[in-house]
């Protein structure tokens, strides 16, 4: 079965300092992968994917991550945040032969202090 | 967009009660889920469904049971309602069906229960 690990399960920074948050997955076997964002008492928004082709993907908000096949990772990343970045960061995973049903890791709270 | 939207924000049900928790959405979506989201663990899934009538167990299927009578509709049910089952619960529906598409899952706002 597919698993998903956040390393870290919170990771404060101050504003515009550069970010990672880590992620790792079980299977390189066909897998995608996925960011998701939850700001304060809402649901889950799609930060961005990858699914195939170039293994750097980017989101319209400047956060990136790239794919790493060797290592099995897909870190997330961000040279500058924001405030606003504030939120709770999820990582998952679909692998092909579990119908595609998305494993998410256990999440990175990120607080950006003024 | 797609919008999945759940019925009720926050919800407070006392033990042994039988609870449903509504989700709809508006794009024709196949594939729709139920998870619960608890801190520090994530999110887990309860059940999925690929069609109408459709439904497989997830990962924590335990006391929860599932209803889709029609596409756009996706219920969870708490037959007997324990404290354990305090949690968020999300919603989700995707894109594609099982094959080739971009996978994205679009989440509801989420139920918050509360099981006093």
């Known amino acids: 079965a597919q698993s998903v690990t956040q390393l870290d399960s919170q990771v404060p920074v101050f504003e515009e300092a550069p970010v990672e948050l880590r992620c790792n997955y079980s299977?390189?076997?066909?897998?995608?992968l996925f960011w998701y964002v939850q700001y304060p008492n809402q649901g889950l928004q799609l930060l961005l994917k990858y699914l195939s082709g170039s293994t750097l993907v980017e989101s319209i908000n400047g956060f990136e991550a790239e794919f790493n096949k060797s290592q099995t990772s897909f870190h997330l990343r961000k040279p500058s945040v924001h405030i606003s970045d504030t939120a709770e960061y999820f990582c998952?995973?679909?692998?092909?032969?579990?119908?595609?049903?998305?494993?998410f890791g256990k999440g990175t709270l990120l607080t950006v202090n003024p | 967009d797609v919008k999945v939207t759940q019925s009720s924000r926050y919800l407070v049900k006392r033990t042994g009660e039988k609870v449903f928790l509504e989700c709809v959405q508006d794009?024709?979506?196949?594939?729709m889920f139920w998870y619960r989201q608890d801190p520090g663990l994530g999110l887990r899934l309860i059940y999925f469904s690929y069609d109408v009538k459709m439904k497989e167990k997830g990962d924590i299927p335990e006391g929860y049971s599932v209803s889709r009578e029609k596409k756009e509709r996706f219920s969870l049910i708490l037959e007997s309602a324990s404290t354990n089952q305090t949690s968020m619960y999300l919603c989700?529906?995707?894109?594609?069906?099982?094959?080739?598409?971009?996978?994205?899952?679009?989440f509801g706002s989420g139920t918050r229960l509360t099981v006093v």
């Open positions: 794009m024709d979506h196949e594939n």
């Open positions: 299977s390189s076997v066909s897998v995608y």
């Open positions: 998952a995973a679909a692998l092909r032969g579990s119908n595609y049903k998305l494993t």
């Open positions: 989700a529906s995707r894109e594609g069906t099982g094959g080739a598409g971009n996978y994205g899952y679009t």
